[in-house]
């Protein structure tokens, strides 16, 4: 079999307790390389918990989550060493969180938020640090002239491109994404968006993010995933979960009857 028919990541019965609160229930499905898949569904419906499973920042109360290394070899994600987590967390994955100041270091500069990542990967050449570090700025449209400026004197949507751009100046795989536009005002979104579609279209990433906008789902998703009381309770490829809704809920949640 070719090595991009299998699977980039696989999730079997994931399922997190919180004490006796439940997190998210018996969550499984594969994602290959290249797909984009949206989670939707109501607020405290296991969203977060699920990213947070996948991406090994919480360990699951029950079952499993695999994941295709650069080598080839599938890996179960609760076997790994500590040192391999970080390589995972630092190269191979993308991490964007809905709060730009906890994905980005706003003690220190724009540009050493980009240059840091290279830097964890072995980058030392100072000159091709800070003209990759200038490349990304412009990918995601930042004026390189403000390079320099810690990202506390840029606005929410620059910090939110400066965040993307962080995390993808090391090429990663696969990009984990919590609400990424769901902090923006609504004209700041579409920006940040159209920039997120085109990144993922160029680079092929796998992308997961999860949403409570199903605009979000129809531009940038191929399948998604529909939860509710920490379960999925729907999935499919997006323009038929959206189009043409099988449950109930699912079809409330498309009518907008919901509350986000
Ligand atoms: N650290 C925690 N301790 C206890 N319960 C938690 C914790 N984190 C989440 N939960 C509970 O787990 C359930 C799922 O929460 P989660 O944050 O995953 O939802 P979500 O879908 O991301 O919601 P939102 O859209 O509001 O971000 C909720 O009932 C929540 O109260
Ligand atoms: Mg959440």
Not at 153 to 164: C, F
Not at 168 to 192: C, K, Y
Request: proline share 4%; net charge negative; charged share 25%.
């Amino acid at each position: 079999m070719m090595e991009n028919e299998r699977p980039l990541l696989v999730a079997e019965n994931l399922t997190k307790w919180y004490g006796r609160q439940l997190g998210c229930r018996d969550i499984s499905f594969d994602l290959y390389e290249g797909e984009v898949l949206a989670v939707v569904g109501e607020s405290g419906s296991g969203k977060s918990t699920l990213l947070q499973l996948l991406s090994v920042q919480l360990e699951p109360s029950a079952g499993r989550v695999s994941y295709r290394m650069r080598d080839g070899i599938t890996r179960d994600l609760a076997t790994l060493s500590e040192a391999e987590r970080r390589f995972l967390l630092r190269t191979d994955w993308g991490y964007v969180h809905q709060d730009p100041t906890l994905g980005l270091r706003m003690a220190v500069s724009a540009g050493a938020n980009v240059g840091e990542r290279l830097m964890a990967v072995g980058w030392r050449h100072y000159g091709r640090i800070r003209t990759t570090a200038i490349d990304w700025l412009d990918r995601v449209e930042i004026d390189s002239g403000r390079i320099d400026e810690s990202p506390r004197s840029y606005s929410g949507g620059m910090r939110q491109r400066l965040q993307i751009a962080r995390n993808l100046v090391t090429n990663p795989r696969l990009i984990f994404m919590d609400e990424p536009t769901g902090g923006l005002d609504v004209s700041v979104q579409a920006r940040v968006l159209d920039l997120l579609r085109g990144i993922v279209a160029e680079f092929d990433l796998a992308a997961i993010i999860v949403t409570h906008d199903l605009a979000v789902a129809r531009l940038l998703a191929h399948r998604t995933m529909v939860m509710k009381g920490g379960a999925v309770i729907e999935t499919g490829l997006t323009d038929q979960v959206l189009d043409d809704p099988q449950e109930p809920y699912t079809q409330l949640l498309v009518s907008s009857i919901l509350p986000p």
